[in-house]
């Protein structure tokens, strides 16, 4: 079939890369070869596909329903409110919701629906009452008490990205939403026409192909592969790995570094969770200026997760290569860890006047009540109206996070979770394309990582007030993050990644991907993602001592027990310093990667987080293309094709009466 269509098109270049087409303005544009017509013929579709994932009970997500390209007209929802054939809709954001409940509930409706198609419009968020696809209670199953029935989501949360739809959902880019709202336009106007403007689908899931519809199956047959990535901790100062001290108590500050959204490469995450990520870094950045760590009586740990939206996939990988006694864990003692505070949403504050947050605490009375004191201490000593309160005692628990992880493995901890939101979440956008750069506040962030940053100094032991009210956040900073991590300008292209890492593309996503090859706990994992890799050498850069192999060839010579090159893509022969910074890989506990592949193992009944684990993954695919493209319809295909037989027969009979009579007139003569 290609090589036909290859043919054809040789023939019809042949015909007219030689002569001179008109544009509607009039002016001329000559065809010179083969692909100046086919892309004269076919518009490329920019944007987002939502993908086919995989759990061990079935499937989510989008898919070509079989092995073939789908193609189908477009048109408007509002013009297909009762559609007579099978067609790709066109919706605005507000209208997906409700395109979606249709399709679950009206099966004849549905089977026409041949693709969607998601409008793009800038600062979108501002007409919108809010759009969240994800359930009322993210992630209940894994919540350490039993009110899974309370609502953290509840105006919002919908739960449509997980279900399984099988016709392909693409959101458009800003230019192609223009593109194919003309072609709806163009096919509404060309009704009684002979042409139409159709988009084809190119979403075709291994998954699908191979008929493996469950994560079982499908890494039996190689057709999918576990979500994960890797998550990065750090010491402040290091842990001296050569001498053996008594190991001291230690503070350990969490948060979360992947999003998760109905379209896979559009997972921003701003206000969730990455305001807290941007703090974090922020704490980190303030708290290496300070002086007399060391002389501290407790150990600072900052752990930034991955995979923690499917499942909480990075922090019970943590805990799971703690128990396995990894490279990656070394020098680590989870034994010793006496609190924990997470840095959970906190870019929704007030832009201006009481900078509000809320501490969602849990565990021993006495050790809440400890970090509570210094969340207090830290906000009398800022100058700023920064205001701290307790969570509601209604609420049943702490919010969907990463300290549930900590409260299951280890039910004696205590633990803070710091938010902008009581009761309810404050982000309208929760897990949504929606959740960008527009939706936080660099000044929030700012206030929220003071007051982390104070806390934790108070809670390691710091009582020295010169040196607590020297502890500044750099506002620069946060306003650089933003633009590195959350907008495509400049994106990963910013001065501050580009001094650390070289990063494989422009604009930002914070979806946790998926495992390459075996996870390694080496040093310098070779499948680490961007995100993962700019967190790891900028902790590693904070948190650094000098090394007496600086300028040694790195990493060759940079090999000591807490030595480690950092800036290595960035630079020719990277740094070498000394950090107490590692890789963790993070991925489900029920999987094990072997010589020929993955396996799923079964579930350890004393291990409770792990018997809910759905063990995500995400289908293989070849190409994800979508174009849209003019075709003649088939009934005047047919009529051209009559008359053209009409026409050679008329032709035949005119020759043969022709002949005839002439062969008459020359017997006459």
């Not at 997980?162 to 693409?170: I, S, T």
């Not at 893509?569 to 990667?593: F, H, M, N, Q």
């Not at 493209?629 to 009529?639: E, I, L, S």
Request: include cysteine; aromatic fraction near 8%.
């Amino acid at each position: 079939m290609e090589s036909k269509l290859s043919l054809l098109l040789s023939l019809l270049c042949f015909i007219t890369c030689f002569h001179t087409s008109f544009s509607a303005s009039g002016e001329t544009n000559p065809f010179k070869s083969v692909p100046d017509l086919e892309k004269s013929m076919y518009k490329d579709i920019e944007g987002f596909p939502c993908v086919r994932l995989l759990n061990l009970t079935g499937e989510i997500g989008c898919s070509n329903p079989g092995r073939e390209k789908v193609v189908a007209p477009i048109v408007r929802f509002k013009s297909s409110k009762e559609l007579t054939e099978s067609a790709a809709i066109l919706v605005s954001v507000d209208e997906f919701e409700s395109v979606l409940s249709r399709v679950s509930k009206d099966s004849d409706f549905a089977s026409k629906v041949a693709g969607i198609f998601v409008e793009s419009r800038s600062q979108v968020q501002n007409g919108l009452d809010g759009f969240s696809p994800d359930v009322k209670f993210p992630q209940a199953e894994f919540a350490p008490y039993t009110s899974n029935n309370f609502q953290w989501n509840p105006a919002q949360g919908s739960g449509i990205m997980w279900k399984a739809y099988n016709f392909p959902v693409f959101l458009l880019s800003e230019t192609s939403t223009s593109i194919v709202q003309q072609a709806a336009r163009a096919s509404e106007n060309s009704k009684m026409s002979y042409t139409k403007v159709v988009s084809e689908f190119d979403l075709v899931m291994q998954t699908t192909k191979s008929g493996t519809h469950d994560s079982d199956s499908c890494l039996k047959e190689g057709t999918c592969l576990p979500l994960g990535g890797y998550s990065v901790w750090s010491a402040l100062p290091p842990i001296s790995l050569s001498s053996s001290p008594k190991p001291k108590p230690i503070v350990l500050a969490i948060t979360s570094m992947d999003s998760a959204s109905f379209f896979r490469d559009k997972s921003l995450g701003a206000e969730s969770p990455i305001s807290g990520l941007i703090a974090m870094l922020a704490v980190v950045d303030a708290l290496s200026n300070v002086d007399g760590l060391t002389e501290l009586n407790k150990q600072l740990v900052f752990l930034v997760l991955t995979g923690e939206a499917w499942g909480y996939l990075g922090s019970r990988r943590f805990f799971e290569e703690f128990d396995q006694q990894s490279d990656a864990i070394k020098g680590l003692n989870l034994t010793a860890i006496e609190m924990v505070m997470e840095i959970g949403s906190v870019g929704m504050s007030f832009s201006q006047g009481t900078k509000t947050f809320f501490a969602h605490t849990a565990g021993d009375t006495t050790s809440v009540n400890e970090t509570l004191s210094a969340l207090y201490s830290a906000q009398d000593s800022m100058s700023e109206n920064v205001m701290v309160r307790k969570a509601s005692t209604s609420n049943p628990g702490v919010p969907p996070s990463s300290l549930m992880t900590f409260l299951t493995k280890k039910p004696e901890i205590s633990g803070v979770v710091l938010e902008d939101f009581d009761s309810t979440f404050s982000n309208k956008f929760y897990h949504s394309h929606l959740d960008g750069l527009s939706n936080i506040n660099s000044s929030s962030i700012v206030a929220a990582a003071s007051l982390v940053a104070r806390t934790l100094y108070i809670q390691a032991g710091g009582s020295d007030p010169l040196a607590l009210n020297s502890i500044n956040i750099n506002a620069s900073l946060v306003e650089e993050l933003l633009g590195c991590l959350l907008d495509c300008e400049p994106g990963l292209s910013c001065e501050l990644v580009q001094r650390y890492i070289s990063p494989s593309t422009t604009c930002p996503n914070h979806y946790v991907g998926v495992i390459l090859g075996e996870p390694s706990t080496a040093r310098y994992p070779i499948y680490a993602g961007d995100i993962s890799r700019f967190v790891w050498n900028f902790l590693a850069d904070k948190t650094a001592l000098p090394s007496t192999n600086a300028s040694s060839s790195c990493p060759k010579h940079c090999n000591g027990d807490n030595e480690l090159c950092i800036r290595q893509e960035a630079v020719e022969k990277g740094v070498c310093v000394i950090s107490s910074t590692r890789y963790v890989p993070a991925y489900s506990t029920r999987l094990k990667y072997e010589p020929e592949g993955w396996k799923v193992l079964a579930s350890n009944s004393s291990d409770m987080m792990g018997i809910k684990d759905p063990v995500w993954t995400e289908s293989n695919w070849d190409m994800i293309q979508v174009r849209v493209y003019t075709v003649q319809d088939g009934a005047y295909d047919r009529v051209i094709l009559l008359i053209g037989i009409v026409v050679t027969l008329l032709a035949y009979l005119l020759i043969v009466v022709g002949r005839t009579l002439v062969r008459k007139a020359l017997k006459r003569d």
